[in-house]
């Protein structure tokens, strides 16, 4: 004979059933609503060193030039990135980098995605990275949670107007030599921007040829705002 539906087991096995599908659903709509609006929402958001920030103001660093916008995995993450430089024939850069998302990039291979913008960005100004470092410092006014990187920076060609600066000439096996080191250091951190709900991963990158120039570009990054 066969069973009644109505028997308790039957009734919690279908209700079960049932908020799984409805579960499922309410998922599968919240991705789909991601994927095709999240674009749309996110603004690019450039993070920048004031005016008034004090060797802008005194004139010994020059910009933001180069200002430039990107879009990462369909628009899901969008880059601006702003540059400064020294001026008086110093060899200094820095390039200020923000990566906006609806979610939290630090979660999401951030050391992996930072080494590979400090090698792409170091290719731009034809030079390759090696011996790199993790540093620590915990007296940078800048937001908790921060990880700084370094690299020793070796020029591929000296016809930039940064390694002539830097005293670099090609020797007679056409391989270039410096007479200042140059150093490429990263700082990165992350924060909620409260009032687009929207999160920014700043990456500030340093070229430098010696500690002088290395620390003013630290400093100009604590006005980053």
């Known amino acids: 004979m066969e069973e009644s539906e109505l028997r308790v087991g039957g009734w919690e096995k279908k209700s079960g059933s049932r908020w799984l599908k409805r579960l ?8 789909l609503g991601f994927l095709i609006i999240g674009p749309t929402v996110i603004n690019y958001s450039p ?9 802008l103001a005194n004139g010994m660093w020059n910009g933001p030039f180069d200002i430039y916008y990107s879009k990462e995995f369909t628009g899901h993450v969008k880059i601006s990135s702003v540059t400064y430089e020294t001026t008086n024939d110093q060899s200094g850069k820095l390039k200020v980098i923000t990566m906006s998302s609806l979610i939290n990039l630090e979660d999401f291979r951030l050391q992996e995605r930072v080494i590979e913008r400090v090698k792409e960005e170091a290719k731009s100004e ?12 915990d007296e940078l006014d800048i937001p908790t949670g921060y990880s700084i990187y370094q690299w020793d920076a070796l020029p591929n060609s000296a016809e930039y107007d940064f390694y002539q600066e830097a005293g670099c000439y090609p020797d007679f096996d056409l391989i270039v030599k410096c007479e200042s080191e140059i150093i490429a250091k990263a700082f990165v951190w992350n924060q909620e921007n409260t009032m687009t709900l929207q999160y920014q991963t700043i990456i500030c990158i340093i070229f430098g040829t010696n500690g002088t120039i290395i620390n003013q570009a630290t400093e100009l990054i604590e006005d980053v705002i």
């Open 24 to 31: 499922f659903t309410i998922i599968l709509i919240a991705i």
């Open 47 to 55: 993070a920048y060193v004031p005016s008034s920030s004090l060797y």
């Open 126 to 137: 034809g030079m390759v990275l090696s011996n790199g470092l993790i540093l620590s410092d």
